[in-house]
């Protein structure tokens, strides 16, 4: 009798996130508690929960960014740097052949 009743009461918790997430989706204006909330309400630690909100804080005031735009735009950044990369490196290998090939027929 007692895991049938649990077992409902974590459905309804599960089906209480859910639909909250569903009609208060625009109402956040910041998500910067938004992680923090999932980790107290997981793990139940405060203190990491309080850190992880400090941190998340910190970032958005020292950048202007949460921090999941932050890795976003950082790993953005190094696919550019990459590909530049690439390209350049292509680009000097087809002009020292093209060098080779004239010396060559001189």
Do not use: W
Not at 70 to 79: I, Q
């Amino acid at each position: 009798m007692c895991t049938n009743y649990s077992s409902i009461m974590k459905f309804f918790k599960i089906l209480f996130l859910f639909l909250s997430l569903i009609f208060l989706n625009g109402c956040l204006q910041s998500t910067a508690m938004l992680g923090p909330g999932v980790t107290l309400v997981t793990t139940g630690n405060v203190a990491q929960a309080g850190f992880q909100y400090a941190a998340n804080t910190a970032i958005k005031n020292e950048t202007g960014k949460d921090a999941l735009s932050l890795v976003k735009d950082a790993v953005e950044e190094d696919h550019k740097k990459r590909k530049f990369s690439r390209d350049f490196k292509k680009m000097v290998e087809k002009r020292v052949l093209n060098a080779r090939k004239k010396i060559f027929l001189n």
